[in-house]
T-cell receptor, first 114, second 114 residues
Framework: NAGVTQTPKFRILKIGQSMTLQCTQD?????MYWYRQDPGMGLKLIYYSVGAGITDKGEVPNGYNVSRSTTEDFPLRLELAAPSQTSVYFC?????????????FGSGTQLSVL | AQTVTQSQPEMSVQEAETVTLSCTYDTSESDYYLFWYKQPPSRQMILVIR??????QNATENRFSVNFQKAAKSFSLKISDSQLGDAAMYFCAYRRGTGNQFYFGTGTSLTVIP
């Protein structure tokens, strides 16, 4: 059981470049999330989705876009990368129907914008 | 926005000893959940323990237990018989009962000394 899979694990971007962070889960979870983790700052929610075709902004959405065309996939798009987007990005999923209140995380993508 | 505060950036404990990590939170809600997540060097976040605010009994999971003081808005994690594998970053998190968003603290880095 793969769980939540994120690709790539590491990436270096130049300022102004764009890229898509991929996230897929095989647990049929309706809820999916994108977080960024900055040193000493904890995790901040970028975007989330409660099902295919439904997305909503979190605390720090500026500079990012998401889509959710299927239950399994929740890609995060960075347009015009900036140094402030240097961070570790985590995708997570959850099945709220079970009432377990448990997030399943991917192993993260470390992104540097230079 | 909800706030979760972890006032101990770093903690250390001797192997086999007990350590307590602190967490306070701010909310006006009566229905919410509290969590402790562990982030080992592999970077993947793992749920350690969860507490429902309506439950007076403190949650316990093997060597991990919490001290939930609802009036004081305090939620500390006690790790008993510490093991080398417990070395990690620990994050406290809050979620409103009807909410989608998790709010994370800034984390406590735990070192286990052999």
């Amino acid at each position: 059981n793969a769980g939540v899979t994120q690709t790539p694990k590491f990436r270096i971007l130049k300022i102004g470049q764009s890229m898509t962070l991929q996230c897929t889960q095989d647990m049929n979870h309706n809820y999916m999330y994108w977080y960024r983790q900055d040193p000493g700052m904890g995790l901040k929610l970028i975007y989330y989705s409660v099902g295919a075709g439904i997305t909503d902004k979190g605390e720090v959405p500026n500079g990012y876009n998401v889509s959710r065309s299927t239950t399994e996939d929740f890609p995060l798009r960075l347009e015009l990368a900036a140094p402030s987007q240097t961070s570790v990005y985590f995708c997570a999923s959850e099945d709220p129907r079970r009432g377990i209140q448990k997030l399943f995380f991917g192993s993260g993508t470390q992104l540097s914008v230079l | 926005a909800q706030t979760v505060t972890q006032s101990q950036p770093e903690m250390s404990v001797q192997e086999a000893e007990t350590v307590t990590l602190s967490c306070t939170y701010d909310t006006s809600e009566s229905d919410y959940y509290l969590f402790w997540y562990k982030q080992p060097p592999s970077r993947q976040m793992i749920l350690v323990i969860r507490q429902e605010a309506y439950k007076q009994q403190n949650a316990t999971e093997n060597r991990f237990s919490v001290n939930f003081q609802k009036a004081a808005k305090s939620f500390s994690l006690k790790i008993s018989d510490s093991q080398l594998g417990d070395a990690a970053m620990y994050f406290c998190a809050y979620r409103r009962g009807t909410g989608n968003q998790f709010y994370f603290g800034t984390g406590t880095s735990l070192t286990v000394i052999p």
